[in-house]
């Protein structure tokens, strides 16, 4: 029975009985884990650090939370383990971010779709962002896609990954709003966003699809120009100036979420009291400024809400990845 599979990784009736009390916001007094699946120091590092890190300081957790790493397959092994070893874990949680949503598009996770796990929530975003040069001649994204359309093999469009990477997303969706195949892009693959700034930078490429959070002080030195926000509305404070691509007719949006899965098998307590403690969490004044100083913008969405959102980021990206040949 689930109830007893909670009892023997040692959650009892406090995790599934006074977690939901109050909104979510008792101490959990047993044992977490956070998986992410990488080596240290990555996003998923992150996304982990900023669970344990925000739970522990507002005391919504009352022993440290483990951050374990699994790196492989670009979060394929740590999908399969869960699938195949820890299923009805209560106190796991794995990180994600749309880089999974991406993969699982394109079939890199092995037998495993979306479905597979249950989606907890997500905490911070970061957005993408189409750059150029301070002195290249495009000043709206409207002048640079026009001119894509006439020509687009002419520029050069890079970032941190390879085609069917999240970078090249945003630049093959961003050409298919205006109405040119993303198989005719040129596209020069970095092994990073640090690399591929550069190389923007060098007029060795003439756009960059980075993102917002990387950009500040390249926007303070006044060396870029944001053409577009791949968000759903203008961010504040030093990106307040910079349109979105929806304001400009084209409905482009590359929302870099972090967030978390469970083990398709937690039952249904656990799952909404992990739901109750992260979405108390995002409430929190001390996690706000926690958030920030990482580099990432409010997002809250938790439980049926995100796990509809990720299934439809996954189905959305394995269209535009069978139209252009991707998809496995």
């Given at each position: 029975m689930k109830i007893n599979k909670a009892f023997r990784h040692g959650s009892g009736l406090a995790l599934l009985g006074g977690l939901l009390l109050a909104g979510g916001a008792q101490a959990q007094s047993d044992s977490t884990e956070c998986i992410a699946p990488a080596k240290?120091?990555?996003?998923?590092?992150?996304?982990?650090?900023?669970?344990?890190?925000?739970?522990?300081?507002?005391?919504?957790?009352?022993?440290?939370?483990?951050?374990?790493?699994?790196?492989?397959?670009?979060?394929?092994?740590?999908?399969?383990?869960?699938?195949?070893?820890?299923?009805?874990?209560?106190?796991?949680?794995?990180?994600?971010?749309?880089?999974?949503?991406?993969?699982?598009?394109?079939?890199?996770?092995?037998?495993?779709?979306?479905?597979?796990?249950?989606?907890?929530?997500?905490?911070?975003?970061?957005?993408?962002?189409?750059?150029?040069?301070?002195?290249?001649?495009?000043?709206?994204?409207?002048?640079?896609?026009?001119?894509?359309r006439d020509a687009p093999g002419e520029i050069a469009f890079g970032a941190g990954g390879t085609v069917g990477s999240q970078d090249w997303m945003k630049a093959a969706l961003t050409a298919k709003a205006a109405d040119v195949s993303p198989q005719s892009l040129?596209?020069?693959?970095?092994?990073?966003?640090?690399?591929?700034?550069?190389?923007?930078?060098?007029?060795?490429?003439?756009?960059?699809?980075?993102?917002?959070?990387?950009?500040?002080?390249?926007?303070?030195?006044?060396?870029?120009?944001?053409?577009?926000a791949l968000s759903e509305e203008r961010m504040d404070g030093p990106y307040a100036e910079i349109p979105t691509a929806a304001e400009q007719g084209y409905d482009v949006q590359w929302p870099i979420w972090r967030g978390y899965y469970m083990g398709p098998d937690v039952d249904d307590a656990a799952y909404q009291a992990w739901v109750e403690r992260l979405a108390a969490l995002a409430e929190e004044p001390a996690f706000a400024e926690l958030r920030e100083a990482r580099g990432l913008f409010p997002m809250s969405r938790f439980g049926d809400d995100f796990d509809g959102y990720v299934k439809q980021q996954v189905a959305e990206f394995k269209s535009l990845a069978e139209e252009v040949g991707l998809a496995q």
């Open positions: 240290p120091g990555g996003g998923y590092d992150l996304t982990c650090r900023l669970a344990a890190n925000g739970l522990q300081e507002t005391g919504l957790i009352d022993r440290p939370m483990v951050v374990s790493y699994m790196p492989g397959g670009i979060g394929a092994v740590a999908y399969n383990h869960v699938n195949g070893v820890r299923q009805d874990d209560p106190n796991l949680i794995v990180a994600a971010s749309t880089g999974a949503a991406v993969n699982l598009a394109l079939g890199k996770f092995g037998q495993y779709d979306a479905d597979e796990v249950r989606w907890v929530g997500a905490l911070g975003v970061d957005y993408g962002a189409i750059v150029v040069n301070a002195d290249a001649p495009w000043q709206s994204l409207d002048e640079l896609m026009d001119e894509l040129r596209y020069v693959a970095f092994e990073g966003g640090g690399e591929a700034l550069a190389a923007l930078l060098g007029n060795h490429i003439q756009v960059f699809t980075g993102d917002l959070s990387e950009l500040k002080s390249q926007l303070e030195s006044g060396k870029v120009r944001v053409l577009a």
